[in-house]
């Protein structure tokens, strides 16, 4: 026999009596002290309850808020901003915010230029009861207690409002 049919042949006996003696082993199941399956949990009590203590309440009576979007203005603008305000359309509101001294703030963007907002809202402010101080932009304008402040800044070619109220 040449040598590598001797080294073959080594190789193969290795190989099946390896394959034997792992085929002979224990499996890990069957060791002492292995984990085994959990018990079966015992079947749970079945226990009948009532209505809840609301099933019988009627809400068709309670009111409801519906915030309505102003049709000029992308976005829903917060709670207690002034909806009289004649803003330009189209207005996209951006952000808004609490301001310094309990108040509030808007951000909008227009795709019109900085000087037709402010033609807009000098002409709009006024028509819609608004009381103006100064030339503005900025205006502070008043109306039946509430005060508002914009500023008009031109952005490209449109512009950004900023309302604090």
Known sequence: MSRTAWRLA???AAA???TLALA???SCGGRPGA???PPADPPLETVEVGDAPDAELDTSE???AVRRPREDVGGVLPGGFPRDLPLPAPTTLVDFGDANGGGAWVLLASPRSAAAVSAHLAEGLPAAGWRLAGAGPPW???KGGRTV???VTGRGAGSELRIEY
């Open 10 to 12: 080594g190789r193969s």
């Open 16 to 18: 099946a009596a390896l």
């Open 24 to 26: 002979a082993a224990p």
């Open 35 to 37: 984990p085994s399956d």
């Open 62 to 64: 309670d009111v409801v």
């Open 140 to 142: 502070t304008a008043a």
């Open 149 to 151: 402040r914009i500023a």
